[in-house]
């Protein structure tokens, strides 16, 4: 959340001659715009991730994505990813405890249930990440976003840690069966090795 940062994507879309990250850059340099409440220049921002770099990274593609459909992240959800991907899960949460979801569509509200499940898997409080993960796979089961595949992988991980093989594998099989489209052949690879991973420990038993 720290405004500095858009010096250092400035000078990576300046110094890189390639095409990987440039989306993403624009991406991120654009939701600092929004978070601190210029959305002009988020729109200005966001629109270049529909013309420069490639897409053939998953960020990229989402970052694209978000260009092409030009709806405008809910803040208070962007703010608890971003908090989350840096590791303040208890902050995450406090800013979703206050959000007002009465608005919400059915995809801001599997991606609240799917946020609040990461920042419980990363307290280690596993039985609340496996609810919260479990409400976005039933909110989120037909969307084209990743929320609901991903909370289906992350629910088996932790069944896998546990040492319950079988859930694990009804989650992982969850997460291939889904048909969403960003970050879907990353999340299938993840999936289809842990699903070899979990019959391997079976055999050995």
């Known amino acids: 959340l720290d405004y500095s940062a858009t010096t250092y994507f400035e000078k ?14 624009y991406q991120k340099m654009a939701w600092l715009e929004l978070i601190h409440g210029n959305l002009s220049e988020y729109k200005r921002l966001i629109a270049f991730c529909k013309t420069e770099g490639n897409d053939n990274l998953g960020s990229d593609d989402h970052a ?4 092409k459909k030009g709806k405008i992240p ?8 971003l908090l989350y ?19 919400f569509d059915r995809s801001e509200r599997t991606e609240f249930y799917y946020r609040i499940g990461r920042n419980y898997q990363g307290l280690k ?15 989120g089961n037909d969307l084209k976003a990743y929320f609901a595949g991903n909370a289906a992988l992350q629910a088996g991980l932790i069944y896998e840690n546990l040492n319950e093989p079988d859930s694990a594998a009804y989650y992982y099989n969850t ?7 960003t970050y879907k052949k990353s999340l299938d690879v993840k999936a289809k090795a842990a699903l070899d991973r979990v019959k391997t420990k079976k055999g050995a038993r």
């Open 125 to 139: 409080s596993y039985n609340e990440a496996l609810n919260y993960f479990k409400r976005a796979i039933a909110s």
């Open 175 to 181: 997460c291939l069966d889904l048909d969403f489209k």
């Open 85 to 103: 991907d840096g590791g303040y899960y208890n902050r995450s949460l406090a800013v979703l405890s206050e959000i007002n979801r009465e608005n």
């Open 12 to 25: 990576y879309l300046r110094d890189f001659k390639g095409g990987s990250y440039v989306k993403s850059a």
């Open 64 to 67: 694209e994505k978000e260009g």
């Open 74 to 81: 809910d803040v208070s959800l962007l703010k608890a990813r």
